[in-house]
């Protein structure tokens, strides 16, 4: 019997370990190499986040041209840089950079593996959640062989730079997309090409931009159009517009899984209950429509019917795709706090209730209707001793911002908020409902105050009648233009608390 046993040889050993060569590049761009011979094992477009092997890619903007920080990426240590001019460094010169970008998206898309498969993901909240949750639970089944597009890269650079990251023996790739116009996402799924595509809500955010909200989910419908043949679609079932996305989809020959509460979803959840930690227990039902029919159980170290929902989506793609559902239960048990998305802190609080501490709750990155609602109404299903709530004004909401703002004022009472500290001019709708609005005898009075920007908010919270307490939990959302997440990170730096509760959220 021979006791050696021979190494399983795979299809993609013969892939280097470089990211990128300079061969490679100049092919996949059409550019010319120059300045010596070099690889990289990464790449950026700003040069304050080169790191030691990347490429930098030198993109002309209207705010700045990227080639006068050339210099600067070839210090911190970028190996060779992609222009279109001349310069004394290893480089690759293309025609345009812009191009040359979208380019090595398509290349790195292309070299996949055929067994690869990738994901797209897009909605008007929850998509970067969700994105992290799809990569968790991948990166987890694959053993590390994920990939998706960081922070929240998800516009006409984001995606393919998050493209031309992408390692060629990348098993599972997971890819954000955003957009504020009609047409964004017809450019972007064409880079990405995915096998399965999630749309997770439709609401009024951008509709600044939009003649309604139909119009929103048409818009949003055409990550449809990159769908590689026999591709899936998953859409919110309890969306009003679920019917128009599931059309689209289907007209670009998509197999459709509707996923939520209602009684049409495929993947349908039955129940969603907190864990004693923070998080929620979910029971949900897979379809016969999925080709798998079961029914799961797992935890998620997110509260919120929100997150609730938005597991279906991850559960669905993730059996989409054939990935282990078991390991995607674990991953999102385990699913880290998302900066600016629901990210809870502990904080060090004088009076109250004694404790020492309070809870506060980042939301900073993003805001709009459909979300601020969410996070309102996990807010009241938080337990503290004093419910505030800081919050920024919505952006981009067009004719209808005045009515979206007053809007909050009836979840805010229902939550249970006491405080409402309310941030920016669009506010100001708000802050009049707040003024006028008819209390029933069992709700609580909101104290509030109004001001014009987050150094005005810092102020207040730093006064001895608006300082958090012990019991206290404090939510700050906004807008990210509002500036509120430098509040978050001042008042969780100033009051950090190493010794209380640490709890986990996910947000959008």
Same mark, same amino acid.
């Given at each position: ?11 993609? &050993? ?33 040069? %304050? ?32 840089? #992609? ?12 025609? &345009? ?10 290349? +790195? ?48 650079v984001g995606v393919p730079l998050s493209l031309a990251r992408m390692p060629a023996r990348t098993r599972f790739g997971i890819f954000e997309m955003g957009m504020n116009h009609a047409g964004e996402l017809s450019a972007l799924t ?23 909200? @139909? ?33 689209? +989809? ?15 979803? &495929?993947?349908?959840?039955? &129940? ?21 029919? %079961? ?24 059996? @989409? ?38 809870? #506060? ?21 938080? /337990?503290? %001793? %004093? ?22 004022? @009836? ?18 709708? #708000? ?10 005898? #069992? ?8 001001? /014009? ?56």
């Open positions: 019997m021979n006791a050696i046993l021979e190494w399983p040889v795979e299809d993609d &050993d013969a892939i280097g370990t470089a990211l990128w060569t300079a061969a490679q590049i100049a092919e996949a761009t059409g550019g010319v190499a120059g300045g010596g011979d070099f690889a990289v094992a990464g790449a950026a477009t700003d040069s %304050r986040e080169v790191m030691e092997g990347d490429l930098f890619i030198a993109l002309t903007g209207e705010a700045a041209d990227g080639h006068r920080f050339v210099e600067g990426a070839v210090a911190r240590g970028a190996s060779g840089v #992609l222009v279109d001019r001349a310069v004394p460094h290893p480089h690759v010169r293309v025609g &345009d950079t812009s191009a040359a970008l979208d380019a090595l998206g398509r290349a +790195a898309r292309a070299r996949l593996n055929a067994q690869a498969r990738v994901i797209g993901v897009t909605g008007s909240a929850g998509k970067t959640g969700v994105k992290e949750a799809l990569y968790a639970a991948l990166d987890r089944s694959s053993r590390g062989q994920a990939h998706r597009s960081v922070k929240s890269f998800n516009n006409h064409r880079l990405v090409r995915p096998h399965v595509a999630v749309v997770t809500t439709i609401a009024p955010a951008h509709i600044g931009h939009f003649a309604d909200e @139909a119009a929103i989910a048409q818009a949003k419908a055409e990550i449809f159009e990159g769908l590689e043949p026999g591709g899936i679609a998953i859409v919110p079932a309890d969306s009003p517009h679920a019917e128009l996305l599931a059309g689209v +989809a289907r007209d670009h020959g998509a197999h459709v899984i509707l996923f939520g509460t209602a009684a049409t979803a &495929d993947v349908r959840l039955i &129940d969603a209950l907190p864990t004693a930690d923070g998080g929620t227990l979910v029971t949900a039902e897979f379809g016969e429509s999925t080709g798998s029919p %079961r029914k799961l159980c797992y935890t998620i170290s997110q509260p919120g019917a929100h997150w609730a929902v938005n597991s279906l989506a991850v559960m669905a793609a993730v059996a @989409a795709v054939g990935g282990d559902l078991g390991a995607a239960g674990l991953a999102l048990a385990e699913l880290p706090d998302l900066a600016g998305r629901g990210a809870r802190h502990p904080i060090v609080a004088d009076g109250g209730d004694g404790t020492g501490h309070a809870l #506060l709750i980042d939301e900073s990155y993003n805001a709009n209707p459909a979300s601020m609602l969410a996070t309102i109404t996990q807010l009241g299903a938080t /337990p503290a %001793r %004093r419910r505030m709530a800081v919050l920024g004004a919505m952006k981009e909401l067009g004719e209808g911002g005045d009515g979206y703002h007053a809007g909050l004022a @009836a979840p805010l009472v229902a939550a249970g908020v006491t405080r409402a500290l309310l941030v920016g001019a669009e506010m100001a709708p #708000l802050a009049a409902a707040l003024g006028t609005i008819d209390l029933t005898t #069992l709700a609580a009075p909101i104290a509030f105050v109004h001001v /014009p920007g987050a150094a005005q908010a810092a102020a207040i919270l730093d006064s001895e009648d608006w300082a958090p307490q012990g019991g206290d939990a404090i939510l700050i959302k906004g807008s990210n233009s509002v500036g509120l997440s430098a509040l978050v990170k001042a008042l969780a730096a100033a009051r950090a608390d190493t010794d209380g509760p640490h709890t986990t959220a996910g947000g959008d």
